[in-house]
């Protein structure tokens, strides 16, 4: 028996090995990225964002007034399609762990499940940024087409309350999409549920006159209403966005994160 062996210092059963070292956070978020477009699903669904922010500036060029035809009502017509569909990118970054059985090799790859969590909220807030830039881009594009093609008012007046309030919408419902595909782990519930629960409880809210008074603080659409008119945030607008956002997106968000951080990974 070699003395060499005898005199190597013994770890503690299930103690780290300092040899190793842990996969960069850079790295784990390449491949957060590379998963969203690697799949089919994930894929064609930033195909058909792309595809539909072009189709949107097309049919409001031609169906919209001339004196409508600005930078910001472009915008607009552009971050709409993106604000109903980046969510569910967001959701197919979380389930797909767990619908396409990924998971086992995610997390023996990199067992601390908190880091892989943080990488892909971190991947997929990227790309709604991105898709905001994009959006401004094809906007601007647009704007030229009214000028040249429809006579277009051409207005070039934009704030950065405006873009500050597009931002701001892309990311709340990239993060709640996030947070529901945490909170079920299945992308058809996910998605089902992101999409049926806020607009049938704003049903509810608008229908039930005792609850005319505290919607803003427990509906999610209502309190985010004042982003879509273009209005002025005053001091309690913030303070709806953040009690309703805390409802929404941060409580579905912290028990999902309990969720994945607990739940077995199966292999089949």
């Known amino acids: 028996m070699s003395t060499a062996i005898l005199q190597a210092p013994l770890r503690p059963t299930g103690a780290p090995d300092p040899s190793v070292t842990a996969v960069p956070l850079t790295g784990l978020l390449r491949v957060e990225l590379r998963k969203l477009v690697d799949t089919r699903a ?23 007034d001339a004196e409508e035809l600005t930078y910001l009502h472009f915008i607009g017509a552009t971050s709409t399609p993106q604000s109903l569909l980046l969510p569910v990118l967001g959701i197919l970054a979380v389930t797909t762990e767990w619908t396409q059985r990924t998971g086992l090799v995610t997390f023996t790859l990199e067992p601390s499940r908190a880091r ?11 790309v709604g ?13 647009g704007n030229l087409a009214g000028i040249a093609l429809m006579d277009g008012s051409g207005s070039w007046s934009v704030s950065g309350a405006n873009v500050r309030d597009v931002v701001g919408l892309q990311l709340i419902g990239v993060l709640q999409g996030v947070a529901f595909g945490m909170l079920l782990m299945h992308t058809a519930p996910a998605i ?17 006159g005792a609850l005319e008074g505290p919607a803003p603080w427990l509906d999610m659409n209502t309190a985010i209403g004042p982003l879509f008119k273009g209005e002025a945030l005053e001091a309690g607008d913030w303070a ?5 956002g805390t409802i929404w997106v941060l409580v579905p968000l912290t028990i999902g994160v309990v969720r994945l951080l607990r739940r077995e990974v199966k292999s089949g």
């Open 129 to 141: 940024l991105l898709a905001v830039v994009v959006a401004i881009g094809v906007a601007a594009l």
């Open 240 to 244: 709806h966005i953040a009690v309703a």
């Open 42 to 64: 994930g894929f064609w669904l930033l195909a058909a964002i792309g595809i539909i922010t072009v189709a949107v500036i097309g049919v409001f060029l031609f169906a919209a």
């Open 116 to 126: 892989v969590a943080l990488a892909k909220l971190v991947a997929v807030l990227g």
């Open 192 to 208: 089902v549920s992101y999409y049926v629960l806020p607009l049938a409880w704003t049903q509810v809210v608008s229908l039930v």
